[in-house]
């Protein structure tokens, strides 16, 4: 028996080598059969995909959950036991093996009877008869396929027909049917849970019903696969409110079906029944959670409750400010509920053209922080919000949904939840309304949000994931490095810098900390591996915090996962922890320095102080592991804040050293950034005569940006050509900032060199006083090379007390002709 948890920081597994390969290896689950088990039970478990090792072990997030593989001589096949007290939910199963760790899949663990699905059942009159309160695992296996199933129901039973499929990372688009013994069609759902259907019957009659189900598009493969519940016990929908209080017991009403206050009313009408939640369970709550999240639910720390005899456990909102519960009496602007700020209100739109009011007070000039969650805690609302004057008839602020998409089609992150900032005017008392835009005309219990009121008080949450739209899973070779993107939410006025930074790390394995300069949302994070690191299997944690010594307060990061490729909008959801495997092997390796010193004719070696408008240099050196194999290294930047171009560079083959150069624009905000660089090459291929072509990565470059002292430009009708043996005259003009007043030097100047540039040589110009204007004389030699000088510029330096501490430039654009 093997039994592991994603949550151990490190289990160790010895691997055996593996060939030349130009990537690290990416073994991808793309099916679990069957998805699920009852809690208590044995089942054997089929994992397909790609890359999947037969010496590979299986991991869980699942408390306890055993896995012994199964000798068929066919990989993926395990015998799966989980413990009886192990909660229902959404899990995750993994391999780790010698190819390292593979992504992960969504495993459901239930407390209903599991049934397996019996071919044929494709027609009413083929469909398998189940028992009520069970689970029945299937497959649309090939195109047109339907399945069908029979069950035998009593008069006033409420039945739930609940079909899982998107939550368990399944291609199935699932519709729900339900018809009577003569084949009348009952009822039909397209989608409750996003696309998942959900089918809410009250039996009208004793009898057997026929349950119908198939894809939308009526495609199917042995990746469509689905749990479906036929169910008349307790069952959770929505809670209220949806947040409480960090550190302090609660008191909230759960609604959903089969619940304890049962009402007769008709369909959307859900039972209910109020739990207390102990202070002890809010104050830390416990991640990973066994609920399916999205990206857009980052920033948000939440519980999984779960009722006793309840299905699966619903999801709860923490929040370290008061909470609130809507009074059902704040419909109008005259009975507009009171908040203080800050707080957080829970309450529900029922109705279609339900609206909420709040009120509030502000002073003068301070900024207040209104913030709507409704589809990010799963509830059918489409919201909306003002702010408005004390009476509710002046609008002062419109609050609007976010319409970036920060993750890209790898971790999307759009969501409809508006949100504004808004500047008090003057004293007095505020109101908020709230609305849902696409209500319909139906009432809808389930109609859930919150409202947050904040002031201005920064805070800022990362998540990351493997670069790409395909799934990926997290492996570095020996000696190798590989990325993660990563996506900042930022909040309530966090512009500053946001450091990332690793713990828990494997032994051999390092990953600097990162920062994500001010305003700029992604990045990327690197993770290397000694050259000789253990090949092995383990986890590690990230960490965010805002780069600011008043607000140190770290955040867990949160990870994600590519679930498939195809989708438009991209599909893919938050996994429970960051695996990570040391596997494959690194045929080279290149090393970043943005540091290097510049010698000057006239100051010495100096150390560069980066500001808006300079140069950031970055050496770049290349180890093979074949070093009798030479071949040119094209470099391009990776990582880079929005506002620096990329640039791309040169190493020719007979050098292990070069550089690439960025120019950090004026517009660019001071403080800490971060970039890294990707070299392409060709290695020889495991046959030792062909040549395949690699990409790797650079460890990260942290710099810190200055106020500038400075700003370098040039005339925009400076000659672009200089034929060698002549002399041009390159114009150009400093303009000092921000008070300072010394002299500035300027000389030409490329990476690793100043004055003497490749054939050519600038005569320095020294400006004093007032003089902002001047002209380098640039001489070729009668031998100069011919072509244009990578990254050569216009070098200025401030000197203070007879020391060049600022700096600045300006790339130059000529080329040596005959």
């Avoid at 200025?796 to 060049?804: F, I, K, R, T, Y």
Wanted: proline share 8%.
């Amino acid at each position: 028996m093997h039994s592991s948890t994603f949550l151990t920081s490190l289990a160790l597994g010895c691997l055996v080598a593996a060939p030349l390969q130009a990537a690290p290896p990416n073994p991808v689950i793309t099916n679990a059969w069957p998805a699920g088990a009852r809690a208590g039970s044995t089942v054997s478990v089929t994992l397909t995909g790609s890359g999947i090792d037969k010496q590979g072990d299986l991991q869980s997030s699942a408390p306890g959950l055993q896995a012994e593989p199964v000798s068929t001589g066919k990989p993926g096949i395990f015998r799966i036991t989980i413990p009886k007290t192990t909660s229902p939910g959404l899990y995750e199963i993994r391999l780790a093996g010698p190819a390292g760790v593979s992504t992960p899949r969504t495993f459901q663990v239930g407390n209903r009877r599991e049934v397996l699905e019996q071919e044929p059942n494709s027609t009413p009159a083929t469909a398998k008869p189940v028992p009520i309160d069970s689970t029945v695992n299937g497959q649309i296996l090939e195109a047109g396929d339907q399945d069908c199933y029979r069950f035998t129901a009593t008069r006033g039973q409420r039945v739930v027909l609940e079909c899982w499929a998107e939550r368990i990372d399944s291609k199935l688009h699932p519709i729900l049917q339900l018809f009577d013994s003569d084949g009348r069609l009952l009822k039909v759902s397209r989608g409750y849970y996003g696309i998942d259907p959900l089918i809410d019957f009250r039996v009208p009659e004793n009898g057997d019903y026929i349950v119908r189900l198939h894809d939308l598009t009526y495609t199917g493969s042995p990746n469509h696969t689905y749990r479906l519940d036929i169910d008349t016990g307790p069952r959770v929908a929505v809670a209220l409110p949806g947040v409480i209080r960090r550190g302090q017991p609660a008191r909230i009403t759960l609604l959903g079906w089969n619940l304890a206050d049962r009402t007769d009313a008709p369909y959307p009408a859900l039972d209910r029944v109020d739990v207390e939640i102990p202070a002890e369970t809010t104050t830390k709550p416990d991640w990973p959670l066994p609920v399916r999240l999205t990206a857009a639910q980052t920033p948000f720390d939440a519980i999984a409750w779960q009722l006793p005899g309840a299905h699966a456990p619903i999801l709860i909102g923490i929040t370290d400010v008061p909470v609130v519960i809507e009074n059902n009496d704040n419909h109008t602007p005259d009975k507009a509920q009171q908040v203080k700020i800050p707080c957080e209100a829970g309450g529900r739109l029922v109705a279609a053209d339900e609206k909420d009011w709040y009120s509030f007070e502000a002073r003068r000039g301070e900024a207040i922080y209104i913030e709507l969650i409704g589809e990010r805690m799963g509830s059918p609302v489409h919201l909306a919000a003002s702010v408005l004057d004390a009476t509710g008839n002046n609008e002062l602020l419109q609050c609007r949904r976010d319409p970036r998409n920060l993750g890209g089609l790898g971790l999307p992150t759009r969501h409809s939840d508006p949100s504004g900032r808004f500047l008090a005017p003057a004293d007095g008392r505020y109101t908020v309304v709230i609305y849902n835009r696409s209500a319909g005309i139906h009432p809808d219990p389930r109609r859930a949000y919150r409202l947050s009121l904040r002031r201005e008080v920064p805070t800022a949450d990362v998540a990351v994931i493997s670069p790409g739209t395909n799934p990926r899973s997290l492996n570095v070779a020996p000696g190798g490095r590989t990325l993660l993107d990563v996506v900042a939410f930022r909040r309530r006025g966090a512009h500053g810098s946001i450091r990332i930074s690793a713990t828990n790390l494997p032994d051999g394995v390092s990953c600097p900390d990162i920062f994500l300069g001010p305003g700029v949302t992604r990045g990327q994070l690197v993770l290397s591996a000694d050259l000789g690191a253990t090949r092995a299997n383990g986890s590690l944690s990230l960490w965010s915090s805002l780069a600011d010594k008043n607000n140190t307060a770290r955040r867990p990061a949160r990870i994600g996962t590519v679930v498939q490729a195809g989708r438009p909008t991209g599909w893919s959801r938050l996994a429970h922890n960051l695996a990570l495997g040391i596997a494959g092997d690194s045929p080279v390796r290149v090393t970043a320095d943005g540091h290097e010193t510049r010698v000057h004719q006239l100051y010495g070696e100096l150390k560069v102080r980066h500001a808006p408008g300079g140069v950031l240099d970055v050496a770049i050196e290349v180890e093979r592991k074949d070093p009798n194999h030479r071949a040119e290294v094209q470099l391009i930047g990776t990582g880079l804040p929005p506002d620096i171009a990329n640039r791309t560079a040169t190493i020719p083959a007979a050098k292990d050293k070069g550089y690439i150069s960025f120019y950090l624009p004026p517009q660019l905000t001071p403080g800490r950034y971060t970039l890294g660089v990707q070299a392409t090459t060709t290695v020889l291929a495991a046959d030792g005569k062909k040549t395949q072509t690699v990409t790797v990565s650079s460890n990260p470059v942290v710099f810190d940006v200055h106020e500038p002292m400075f700003h370098v430009t040039l005339d925009p009708y400076n000659p672009r050509t200089i034929k060698r043996g002549q002399i041009a005259q390159i114009k150009y003009k400093v303009r000092r900032l921000n008070g300072f007043i010394n002299k500035v030097h300027s000389e030409l100047a490329a990476p690793g060199t100043v004055t003497k540039v490749g054939g050519l040589r600038g005569r320095g110009v020294t400006f004093v006083g007032q003089t902002e204007t001047g002209a380098i004389q640039v001489v070729a030699s009668d031998d100069a090379p011919l072509g244009q000088r990578a990254f050569l510029r216009i070098y200025a330096v401030g000197v203070l007390e007879d020391q060049a501490l600022y700096h600045g430039s300006h790339f130059l654009q000529l080329q040596i002709v005959e």
